[in-house]
């Protein structure tokens, strides 16, 4: 016999379930959206919306299965519907931005299927024209340093190494074998993907960290496509900030792009390039 109870579905972000309808759970949450700012009326810039929900589920004790009714959603920025390229029920969707909305600050809507919605206001900001690479202000304290400013000035070597003329150790900063943290790994960058490519056919790809510590990457970094699917989501680990990978993409014939995001929620895109159907 089957019967409703409460179980454990998907991923971390599903922290619960339960086994009532739409009203008897809780509203999902957006917890970021990246990238942050982009150009206005970029065409085909896409974002990125992290969220947590929590679905109802049906178990079946007899045959110990669990049946999520996940579905899935729709995003607005401000009242404009953007187009969702690829949504995962368990707390990631990729959208493309709307054309046609001005400069500014912009809301970001999520709708699930069962009609519970999340906003992050203030969650996307479209630069002006003009604005793209303004040049940082020039501070004013910009002249000789003194030997009064700052104290005296020594003969340190930035190398982790104590040298007779400096007083105390100075740190080179963190090494290889040092965990990765926010802020040391900026953006992802693909290899150009020349030519048509064929659906269900393997090819090889290669994406390269980007940052101040870029050749100190090792970990590894989930993988997606704009349409379809790619096989494995999930390549690395990667060596001394370079990931390579042989990958197989289903999807109907048509122009594609790769993402890549790792862990702190980096991402880096492909070219768009043309895949046909298996033969």
């Known amino acids: 016999m089957k019967r409703a109870g409460l179980g454990m579905v998907g991923m971390a972000v599903l ?22 700012t982009l150009p206005v009326n970029t065409k085909d810039d896409d974002i990125t919306v992290r969220f947590d929900a929590r679905y109802a589920v049906a178990v079946d004790y007899g045959t110990q299965k669990v049946d999520a009714r996940m579905g899935s959603g729709r995003i607005w920025v401000d009242e404009e519907e953007a187009t969702v390229t690829r949504f995962d029920p368990t707390g990631v969707a990729i959208a493309t931005v709307p054309r046609g909305l001005g400069a500014g600050v912009h809301a970001v809507r999520l709708r699930l299927d069962d009609g519970r919605e999340a906003v992050a206001r203030e969650a996307l900001t479209l630069r ?4 793209e690479g303004v040049d940082p202000p020039i501070l004013e ?45 900026t953006a992802y960058a693909f290899d150009a993907i020349e030519g048509t490519r064929m659906s269900r056919t393997s090819f ?67 070219n768009t390039f043309r895949l046909e159907p298996y033969k």
């Open 128 to 131: 002006p024209p003009g604005q």
């Open 204 to 270: 090889a790809i290669t994406v390269r960290a980007q940052g101040p510590r870029a050749g100190h990457f090792q970990g590894s970094l989930e993988l997606f496509a704009s349409r379809g699917t790619v096989t494995p989501t999930k390549i690395g680990p990667c060596d001394s900030g370079v990931c390579d990978a042989t990958i197989v993409m289903d999807a109907p014939a048509g122009n594609v792009h790769l993402n890549a995001v790792d862990s702190f929620g980096v991402t880096g895109e492909s």
């Open 141 to 185: 304290d910009g002249g000789v340093l003194m030997a009064s400013d700052a104290g005296p000035i020594v003969k340190c070597r930035d190398a982790g190494v104590d040298t007779e003329d400096c007083g105390d150790p100075r740190d080179a900063g963190p090494g290889p074998d040092d965990p990765m943290r926010e802020g040391d790994i």
């Open 15 to 36: 922290a619960w379930a339960c086994t009532g309808g739409p009203e008897s759970l809780p509203p999902p949450s957006i917890t970021g959206v990246e990238p942050a």
